[in-house]
């Protein structure tokens, strides 16, 4: 929805509480291709939101409920502003699909397939590069259900190694990239496969196979998947 409205040197104003991997891909990826985001907290007054807007600002974007710090936007309030200033508010309604008909996805299931794929190839070093959700709000951290089916499925086999299990906590290409790097200069326990959480993530892994003089899928076999 935002690249159908917005080029490089538009701006977006955005609710700071979001899902971590839109997060991402607005402060970073279309960062990069010019387009340039505020955030707002979802609470904030009608004055600081309409602070926020600039002469180029082309849309506002918010969720109706947060993932996963479950806060409640106030739709009200920031369609008002936004109409106000000529442009949509653009809403994710994820959370809120519950009791509707929808598509979704089963991580856990789709995880323990992948897995299953690889382990079907012969590999048993998988190494997982993944990351939480610790939301400023909450009082707990939400895991990703992809990491609780990967401990399953590795520690069932006999074969989970806590020296190849990465968290990077904030899902973005830099980090994977680093934490990629740190692995594989465990020479004597190189994984043979990796299990990325998005495909963000696996081109800072495929970086660092690169890097290293490693090549894909003959050495080193990466799967993306969020």
């Known amino acids: 929805a935002i690249f159908n409205i917005c080029h490089a040197g538009d701006h977006v104003v955005c609710s700071t509480a979001i899902y971590g991997g839109t997060f991402n891909l607005f402060n970073v990826t279309m960062r990069k291709l010019g387009i340039e985001f505020t955030f707002v907290t979802p609470d904030c007054s009608e004055e600081e939101l309409n602070a926020a807007f600039r002469e180029n600002t082309k849309a506002v974007f918010g969720e109706t409920i947060a993932n996963p710090a479950l806060n409640v936007l106030d739709i009200e309030k920031f369609a008002k502003v936004a109409h106000a200033h000529g442009v949509p508010l653009i809403i994710d309604n994820t959370f809120g699909m519950q009791g509707f008909d929808y598509v979704g ?107 290293q003089g490693l090549r894909i899928p003959e050495d080193i076999s990466v799967v993306g998947f969020n």
């Open 105 to 211: 996805s089963d991580l856990e299931a789709a995880t323990m397939d992948v897995l299953k794929y690889l382990y079907g190839l012969g590999h048993r070093r998988i190494a997982r590069i993944g990351g939480k959700m610790v939301p400023p709000q909450a009082d707990k951290v939400f895991y990703d259900s992809r990491d609780v089916a990967y401990a399953a499925f590795m520690r069932e086999r006999g074969i989970y190694d806590e020296a190849l299990v990465c968290d990077c906590g904030d899902y973005t290409t830099r980090n994977a990239y680093k934490k990629m790097t740190e692995i594989l200069m465990q020479e004597e326990n190189r994984p043979t496969a990796v299990f990325v959480s998005n495909d963000s993530m696996a081109i800072g892994v495929y970086r660092a196979i690169a890097e």
